[in-house]
């Protein structure tokens, strides 16, 4: 397949570029750390009951007023023995009809080789809040630009262009003791030419696959999304 032999391409450029490509992260971690003081950003646990914009419908599920994101509802689970803890349980799961995309633009200069787009991506559940996750980690509402949502940025890249190598895109399942048949779609885009490209330093870093796996060891630097999306890798 085409898209195999993209990744394989890859992985070849991966290893011609080893000689190249930085391995200290320590530079990385300096500037996530500063971005982590600068960002106003703070969440803190409140009353289900008190939460702006979401309801309970007639079921007991709980919704969204403007009908995007997710919802919760209820699942019953029955197990054949031996295959789970208890033969059965009861549990709330989050319910969504569209998954989301989950994209590391990449790169290849004769510097620093082959480097992929991070994003000190900010979520309210994050240790330390700021981490650094793909490129593009979006839902496809916001990727569309939908129901007045602000269009993620990068979104153009997943568009069909001579300035982009589709390395790989497969779909994942999203954790399935939380959510209800999700999967997302993974996926590695190659920028033939970067400087198209228009990168807010503010938010985005570059880095090699060495400096993302140094980072991986490190406590609550790497999102869980960029180990899956390098994994093929």
Known sequence: ?????????????????????ANDPSELIEWLQGRRKQVPFSA????LRDVANWR????????????????????RVQSAPGLREIAGWDQPIFTQTDGGVLALLCRETPDRGVEFLLQAKADPGNIGYLQFCPTIQSTWENIRGLKGARRAPFAECLDSSDNI?????????????????????????????????????????????????????????????????????
Request: charged share 25%.
């Open 1 to 21: 397949m085409a898209e195999h032999e993209n990744l394989d391409w890859l992985r070849g450029r991966l290893r011609a570029s080893l000689h190249a490509e």
């Open 44 to 47: 803190h646990l409140i009353a």
């Open 56 to 75: 309970q419908d007639d079921d007991g599920n709980i919704y969204n007023v403007s009908g995007q994101f997710f919802r919760i509802e209820g699942v």
């Open 165 to 233: 190598r589709l390395i790989y895109r497969s779909k994942h399942n999203e954790e399935g003791s939380r959510f209800w048949q999700k999967s997302n779609e993974n996926m590695i885009l190659f920028v033939e030419d970067a400087s198209a490209l228009t990168v807010d330093d503010s938010t985005y870093r570059w880095a090699s696959l060495s400096q993302i796996k140094q980072m991986m060891l490190l406590d609550n630097v790497v999102g869980p999304y960029v180990r899956t999306v390098v994994a093929p890798l």
